[in-house]
Each structure stands twice: as structure tokens, then as C-alpha cells.
């Protein structure tokens, strides 16, 4: 595995890799999802992308704290007719868009040299969707990539809350100074970094075959 000489990271000190997944392994677009809601008639899902505390739905369904029912039933309500699950269940997962051959081939030959751990804000349509998208495009079993998957909806907790990181830190016993956290947004490289974890921020376009290739 070859690693870019511009990225500003010693890796013979890393032991274990933590990837983001949405916008680092898989590409997304949520306007795909405020475009298929729109269709059936939700005029406001983009709400979503930008919620506070005055309506955390999504926030507590990636922390496991509201269910597969309760979002339905709040967006039928918004929507004002009863449509099916199926299809609220697709403009969920329309913004989960391909995930490119050679970044999965990348994770696979990482997993030689590092521990590798999936650390995602996500809830279980997204994760029921794609892992089973992923199995039948491409014959993989995406968690088993990993030496540990940690989705925010199984623990409780979500980015870019620090505890999340501490989190895993303990759990996997990791040396923080060993540990690199690949994400592409930048509250969360934020709090990976106040707890000393070394950080690369995929941003600017800046993508896993930027910095690693075969």
C-alpha cells in the first residue's frame, strides 16, 4: 500500500485506522433524499439536515433513542397521507449514493498493515439498506472490513461528542497517539483532536484514493 507523501502523517506510528463512512468510504448526497421526500409531497425534509433542538428527530434515531415507526409515522404526518414504509424507506436511502470499487479494495489491503474500525453517525434503515446494497453490487460484507464497527444508533452516542471517541478508545484500548481518524467533516476532526487522536480532514474534494492506492 502506497501512502501520499503530502499527507502530513507518520504512519509507522499508527497502529489502528477509525473511518468516517458517509462522504469518506461512501458517497453521498442529501439533496437525493429532500428531492425524493419533495415528490411525495414533504416540502420541509431539508429541516432535517439542519436540526436543533427544537426538532431532533434524526439526532435521537441515530442515537437510538427513537425508532423505525416514529420516523414514519412523523413523516406521513408531515406529508399528510399515508404512504407506504417502502417508500419512505427508499427517499431515506436516496442519498446514499455508490461506493467505488477501489475504496473498498484500499480498506481490504489496510486491514493488513492496521486495526481498522468504521465509526458512523447512521440509523438502522441506512445501515439495513447499504450493507445489503453492498453485498449484492459488490459481494462484500462491509462490517466484516473492519476489526469493529460502531454505528451511533447501537451506543448511544453520536459525533462529534468526544465521549463517543473515549469511547472507543477504551473499549478498543487504543493508544490515541497510534490512532488515526479519517473524516470529512470538521466539527468532528474538532473533537477527535481534543483528545489527541492524530486526524486527517477529507476535505476540499480530497478523497481515500488521494491518499492511499494499491
Known amino acids: 500500500m502506497k501512502i501520499s507523501k503530502s499527507v502530513n502523517i507518520d504512519f509507522n506510528t499508527i497502529t489502528t485506522i477509525i473511518f468516517d463512512w458517509g462522504g ?10 429532500i428531492a425524493a421526500f419533495s415528490k411525495l409531497g414533504h416540502r420541509s425534509f431539508q429541516k432535517y439536515f439542519h436540526a436543533g ?11 437510538g433513542e427513537a425508532q423505525n415507526n416514529e420516523i414514519f409515522e412523523r413523516l406521513r404526518e408531515e406529508i399528510g397521507k399515508p404512504v407506504p414504509d417502502e417508500k419512505l424507506n427508499k427517499a431515506l436511502c436516496a442519498m ?5 470499487d477501489e475504496r473498498l479494495k484500499i480498506i481490504s489491503e489496510l486491514g493488513k498493515d492496521f486495526r481498522l474500525i468504521l465509526l458512523s453517525n447512521t440509523n438502522p434503515i441506512h445501515t439495513d439498506y447499504y450493507n445489503k446494497y453492498l453485498m449484492e453490487k459488490h459481494n462484500v460484507n462491509f462490517p466484516a472490513l473492519f ?11 453520536r459525533k462529534p461528542d468526544p465521549e463517543i471517541f473515549s469511547y472507543v478508545l477504551d473499549h478498543d484500548k487504543l493508544d490515541e497517539n497510534k490512532t488515526l481518524f479519517i473524516d470529512d467533516t470538521e466539527i468532528n ?15 476540499h474534494g480530497l478523497t481515500i484514493e488521494d491518499i492511499f492506492s494499491e
Open 189 to 203: 476532526i474538532t473533537a477527535a483532536r481534543s483528545l489527541n487522536i492524530q486526524c486527517l480532514h477529507l476535505n
Open 24 to 33: 469518506v468510504i461512501t458517497n453521498i448526497y442529501p439533496k437525493a433524499s
Open 96 to 100: 446514499l449514493l455508490d461506493t467505488p
Open 147 to 157: 476489526d469493529h464497527v460502531y454505528y451511533s444508533y447501537k451506543i448511544g452516542l
Open 53 to 63: 433542538p427544537d426538532d431532533d428527530l434524526f439526532l435521537r434515531f441515530e442515537k
